[in-house]
């Protein structure tokens, strides 16, 4: 099934499934903080409730999905994991207490972890093996184009209180994922009949380093993420929403320009490159207390976190063979969601005590070590046995 190209139809499919979903998710995160503030006077705890429920349910889900994902095949899980984010979002309907919202929450995310390891999972398979980072570059642009084109939708069609429109329109564009899922291809190892079923595990080793050491990065961003609004104002800015956009902007730019420099270089060696970039951009962020300051940091942060996944990533699946493989993606993806975690829980104090330009300085110790982590990782060979006939 493999050839040369990155741009198959399979490939292209896989990525607009992620799309869709993706462009469902960034309708909720503008438009569910607003109802259930407004509609179920949830408050501020309601309301990081509400967000935050997903994060959870797919730290948990996504190291499952992956041992499913090579046991069951790839596919079913962007089908069925479509299918219960489409459902539990149109839930959204009859959720008239804050309690029912937050348990509909919890579906979504597992609907949305499933989706989102089994779409990486089939992108992996088809790369070239040497083409795998500029592969899984490309693939992530259907995630930043949902994330950045959902939120303008939702509020386009919310308008002042069409919250029932928002939720059939997000769950709609499940299904369309759904849909898009029945057209890929199977792309996890055949083998034999009398064959024993791929060994796989729920949290798999070679995905453990690569990932702590994403979960440093993403440590890093999360500084960006909770406090550049705050920050901004504090240096006389009317908001973070143009930072946020440059941001964006540098993120996609470098991964369609650079996007082969996860194989050019090794994805060892562009995982360090990745991890300086992000610490040079906190420190930046928080030492140049200026505007100025913030949008050049922010830049050379856009530029690490562009490179930081695919290398990453690139380096996890290398190190395990092809049956084993959704469960490397599954274990490896769920240390995102560790990292904002842990993030969410301590920079709330890390912020109390020394200040918001403090955060960006004490943030960027978090790629420091992933760095000294991933020093001590051997880079594998590119691992093409599977047990497969």
Known sequence: ?????????????TVLAEFAVCMSIGMLLVILPVYANDELGAGSFGVALVIGAVSPMILVSQPIAGRIGDRKGRRVLVVVGALIAAASVAGYVLASSLAALVAFRLFTGLGEAMVL???????????????RGEA?????????????????LGELV?????????????????????????LLPETSPERREDEEPARTRIVHPAAVGPGLVLALTVFGFAGL???AALYARELGMDGAGAVFLVFSAVVVATR???RQAPDRLGPKRASGTALLLISVGLVTIGVWNTPAGLYAGTVVLAFGQALAFPALMTLAVNGAPASERSSVVGTFTAFTELGFAVGALTLGVVASAVGYDGVFVVCAIGPLL????LARITAPRVVVAVDAV
Not at 117 to 131: F, M, N, Q, S
Not at 141 to 146: A, D, E, M, S, T
């Open 1 to 13: 099934m493999q050839t040369d190209r990155v741009l198959t139809k399979p490939f292209v499919l």
């Open 225 to 227: 993420g909770t406090f």
């Open 117 to 131: 390891v089994g779409a990486a999972t089939i992108v992996t398979d088809l790369a070239p093996e040497k083409r």
């Open 256 to 258: 369609i320009v650079a």
């Open 370 to 373: 992933g760095a000294l982590l």
């Open 158 to 182: 919310l308008g002042t209180d069409r919250f029932v429109e928002v939720w059939l329109l997000a769950a709609g564009f499940c299904l369309v994922s759904a849909a898009i899922g029945t």
């Open 136 to 152: 899984l570059s490309l693939y992530s642009l259907g995630l930043w184009g949902g994330l950045a084109l959902g939120p303008l």
